[in-house]
C-alpha cells in the first residue's frame, strides 16, 4: 500500500536519523516527559501477567529505559533499537555506568540479576534486524509517533514477536502541540502567507487500535490522556520543542517571509497565550496500548488452523 493509499506522508528515515543524530546531545534537557510517561506504563504493566525470556525496547532513544526493564527481568536479556545512531551510543554509555559494579559479583548472581545486559542494534522499525519470533515483550515509550507510517511499523514488530507475546507502547495524539499548531496557523494568515505544517502528523488512537487489529493482534487495549506542559517564557517552549526532535521546525521554511519577522510574530502570539497563573501551556495528547500477538489462522501452506478453545464460541454467542 503505497503513502497516498494510507493518507500518510512519505517516511524519510535518512532525515530522521539525521535530525535525531544532532538532538541527541541535548535530549537530556527534555527526557523528562518519556520519564514520566516511563513510569505510567511500568504501572500499567504492573496488571499484566508477562514472563519473557527476550524483551525488545523498539525506539530506545538515550537508553533510559532499559534498567527499569532489566531490573522487572532479571533473567532476560533487553535490547534496544533505535534509528540514531548517536542515541545509541549514549545508551551504550548509559548502560556502562550503569552495570559496571556488576563485574565484581559472582558469575552465578551477576547472570541472576540480568548482568547480560541489553544488546543494541541501528535500526528503522519497519525493518528490525531480528528473526521472527524473537521476542516475548516489545516496549516502546513516545517514539512511534516519529514514524509516519505505523501500519508499516506494526507487521514488523508482530512479526518478531512470538505468538501470544505482548506489545506495550505509547505514542503521541492528534492534540499534541495544538497550541504550537494554532499560532503558526494564526501568524500566517496574519501576514498572508500559506499554511505550513510545522508539526508533525500524529495519529488518532481508534486508527491505532485498527492497524494493530490488521496487523496480526489481538486483544488491543487502548487508552489516553491529556498531559499540559507550562512554561515561563516563549523561548524556553520553543527551546524544548527543538530539544524533543523531528519537528520541521525551522523558521526558513516559510517561503517569501522574513525570518526575523515572523519569529518576533510567533513570539508573541505565544506571550497571548500566557494564562492568569502567568505560565505558557504546552499540550501533549499521550496514547497508550498494549495487544497480544495473535495465534496465526492460516498454516503456511494456507490450510486454517482453528484452536481447540475457540470451537463453539459462535454457536455459544448466537444461543
Known amino acids: 500500500m503505497s503513502p497516498t493509499e494510507t493518507g500518510r506522508p512519505a517516511y524519510d528515515s535518512r532525515r530522521l536519523r539525521k535530525i535525531f543524530d544532532r538532538r541527541a546531545a541535548t535530549f537530556d534537557d527534555v527526557a523528562f516527559l518519556p520519564r514520566e510517561i516511563a513510569q505510567r506504563m511500568r504501572e500499567r504493566l504492573d496488571y499484566i501477567k508477562v514472563n519473557p525470556v527476550q524483551v525488545l525496547d523498539a525506539g530506545c532513544g538515550a537508553g533510559d529505559d532499559l534498567p527499569s526493564l532489566r531490573e522487572r527481568f532479571p533473567e532476560a536479556p533487553v535490547f534496544g533499537t533505535d534509528l540514531s545512531g548517536a542515541m545509541l551510543a549514549r545508551a551504550v554509555t548509559h548502560d556502562a555506568a550503569d552495570t559496571g559494579w556488576r563485574r565484581f559479583l559472582p558469575a552465578s548472581l551477576g547472570k541472576a540479576l540480568g548482568s547480560r545486559g541489553p544488546r543494541f542494534a541501528q535500526a528503522d522499525f519497519s525493518a528490525l534486524p531480528f528473526a521472527s519470533g524473537a521476542f516475548e515483550l516489545i516496549w516502546s515509550n513516545l517514539a512511534l509517533h516519529w514514524h509516519s507510517r505505523p501500519d508499516l511499523v506494526f507487521p514488523e514488530w508482530q512479526r518478531v514477536l512470538k505468538v501470544n507475546g505482548l506489545l506495550m507502547f505509547s505514542t503521541l495524539g492528534p492534540d499534541t502541540l495544538k497550541e504550537l499548531r494554532g499560532t503558526y496557523a494564526e501568524i500566517e494568515a496574519a501576514h498572508g502567507v500559506n499554511t505550513h505544517k510545522h508539526v508533525i502528523d500524529f495519529v ?60 518576533k510574530a510567533l513570539l508573541a502570539a505565544l506571550e497571548a497565550r500566557r494564562r492568569g497563573d502567568g505560565t505558557i501551556p504546552l499540550t501533549f495528547e499521550v496514547i497508550y496500548g498494549h495487544a497480544w500477538k495473535a495465534v496465526p489462522r492460516v498454516t503456511p501452506e494456507g490450510h486454517g488452523i482453528v484452536r481447540i478453545e475457540d470451537i463453539g464460541r459462535g454457536r455459544q454467542g448466537n444461543r
Open 204 to 263: 488518532d488512537m481508534h486508527d491505532l487500535g485498527d492497524m494493530l487489529v490488521e496487523s496480526g493482534f489481538e486483544i488491543p487495549v487502548m487508552d489516553q490522556e491529556t498531559l499540559t506542559i507550562t512554561y515561563k517564557s516563549p523561548e524556553s517552549l520553543l527551546a524544548d520543542v527543538r530539544r524533543w526532535g523531528a519537528y520541521p521546525f525551522r523558521r526558513e521554511a516559510l517561503p517569501g517571509v522574513a525570518s526575523r519577522r515572523m519569529h
